[in-house]
């Protein structure tokens, strides 16, 4: 075992600085500072290197996250990103934004006692300095190939298919509905978590490797599907899940009470430079409002944390459960009270009221949690008579998003979906019910993960390959 390591018991856990919470309430920038080369170094030390490393099982990608640390305690740094990034496609997004509290750290086994190696932070510490000294290449293949793949989708799910199918030598068009790159990590997924300048600089990484954009084209309206199937070898869909979830509520109708997306997009809009007028006229704009978010989810925490920076006179979160049982991640939670919000567990809105058509209250009602049910989680029922009322300027709804209804958008029936209405595929060939055509990530899923769309991403393109080699090889066998 290398001198370097196992350090956990002299050296406790440190996470790079994290900035004071008010100093955070006032600006969009991330919140942790970068890790200095000798505590990134020391942190990597901690790692007990395990035979059976859970933290690499939990990961979604496997990443060899023992040898990489070794490697960064030995300063050894540019072997440690060839290594990271041989499994994982945007290390330095994976590094910001996994809920690492739940996959690798959750899993670390030091975690009992001497608290976790701090993976995240270490992963991007690895990749960051990759990118500052040029390491990071264009993804470029020693051979181009004739075929090509068309890829429905900019975000993670399609851009790492994108990514592994070009290094292969296949001709790469992405299509997208979005007049950017990046999917929910450009619109969704605000910068205090995920800093646009990251996301841009990969993109503009990949446009150099030779992979195609066709920006503001959404599949189904501007180009039909059956139109990319003719122009490409194969293709991929990595449209993700967009549809809304809304509640049926006595004073839904009024003004103010927006969905998460609609809300989170304008403010990352506003943050990229664009000219958004709902923003500017304060539709969209928390300032000086009392806020109201309902939901427990990562979106959720996205919300109240932006609601928070754009200055909010207050911000509440609604949430039916409790916090042990909330679906998002407890960091994200510690990180929203840090900045001021308030939450209100075992809480559900009941209905909203106003006048003149804009809303004054949201009313809701507590909750207490009951048995299990089948998904082994405990349902909330109501408590009697306990009716409470909040005051509101904009209630901002984080439900959570279903699948888009696709066979209708596409135009294509044959298209099979889910009962939730998420793609079926065959989950060894990744191939949809129409031959040649394959699908991955959020729409395959449900609402999930980056790190998942990114897997599932390079196990797609990894499938497309096999698809098309075996037919460019079908016609030789069937000659011999
Ligand atoms: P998406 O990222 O949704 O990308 C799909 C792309 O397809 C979009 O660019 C869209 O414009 C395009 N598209 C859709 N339909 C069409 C069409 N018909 N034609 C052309 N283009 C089309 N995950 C984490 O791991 N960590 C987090 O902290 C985190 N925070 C999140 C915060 C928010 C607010 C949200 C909403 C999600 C968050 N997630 C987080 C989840 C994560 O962003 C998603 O799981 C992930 O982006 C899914 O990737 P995808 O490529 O499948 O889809
Ligand atoms: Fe942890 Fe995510 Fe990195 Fe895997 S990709 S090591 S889960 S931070
Ligand atoms: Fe190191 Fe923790 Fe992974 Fe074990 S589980 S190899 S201690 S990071």
């Known amino acids: 075992m290398a001198e370097h390591m196992l350090k956990f018991v002299s050296i406790g856990q440190a996470m790079p600085d994290k900035r004071a919470a008010a100093e955070r309430r006032r600006d969009f920038d991330e919140i942790y500072r970068d890790f200095a080369r000798e505590n990134a170094a020391r942190q990597a030390s901690r790692c007990s290197q395990c035979g059976v490393p859970f933290c690499q099982v939990h990961c979604p990608l496997s990443n060899n996250i023992p040898d990489w640390l070794k490697l960064t305690a030995e300063g050894r740094l540019e072997e440690a990103y060839e290594l990271s990034q041989a499994t994982n496609t945007f290390p330095e997004v994976c590094g910001r934004i996994c809920p690492q509290d739940r996959l690798c750290e959750g899993n670390c086994v030091i975690e009992k006692g001497f608290e976790a190696v701090t993976i995240g932070s270490i992963e991007k510490y690895i990749t960051e300095t990759a990118f500052a000294e040029g390491w990071v290449k264009p993804p470029t293949p020693r051979k181009e190939r004739g075929e090509s793949v068309g890829i ?265 979906v889910s009962p939730a209405g998420t793609v079926k595929i065959d989950f060894r060939r990744f191939e949809t019910s129409l031959p040649g055509v394959f699908a991955a990530g959020d729409i395959v899923r449900g609402a999930s993960l980056v790190v998942w769309a990114i897997r599932d991403g390079r196990d797609a393109a990894a499938a497309i390959h096999d698809h098309i080699t075996a037919r460019a090889a079908a016609p030789a066998a069937a000659a011999e």
């Open 152 to 416: 429905v989708g900019a975000g993670p799910a399609g851009l790492a298919a994108a990514d592994v199918l070009r290094r292969l030598g296949y001709r790469v068009s992405v299509y997208d509905r979005y007049d950017r790159i990046g999917g929910l990590m450009i619109y969704g997924i605000p910068n205090f978590k995920l800093e646009k300048e990251v996301v841009q600089r990969r993109a503009a990484l990949l446009e150099q490797g030779g992979i195609t954009f066709v920006l503001n084209c959404e599949v189904g309206r501007d180009i039909g599907l059956e139109a990319l199937r003719a122009r490409h070898d194969a293709v991929l869909i990595a449209t993700g899940v967009y549809a809304a979830r809304d509640m049926a509520a006595a004073g839904r109708s009024l003004a103010n009470i927006v969905p998460a997306m609609t809300y989170l997009t304008a403010s990352n809009r506003k943050g990229l430079g664009d000219a958004v007028p709902e923003f500017d006229d304060g539709t969209l704009n928390a300032e000086g409002k009392r806020v109201v978010v309902i939901g427990g989810g990562d979106t959720a925490m996205d919300c109240v944390r932006t609601a928070v920076r754009q200055g909010a006179k207050s911000v509440q979160c609604l949430y039916r459960r409790d916090r042990a049982n909330m679906p998002g991640s407890l960091r994200e939670v510690k990180h929203a009270e840090e900045e001021g919000v308030e939450f209100l567990w075992l809480t559900q809105p009941t209905g909203f009221e106003g006048k003149t058509g804009r809303l004054g209250r949201v009313k809701a009602q507590k909750m207490k949690l009951g048995l299990a049910d089948s998904s082994g989680r405990a349902v909330p029922k109501p408590v009697e008579e306990s009716d409470i009322a909040l005051k509101a300027d904009i209630a901002i709804l984080a439900l959570g998003f279903d699948p888009e209804d696709l066979p209708a958008m596409f135009q294509a029936p044959e298209l099979l």
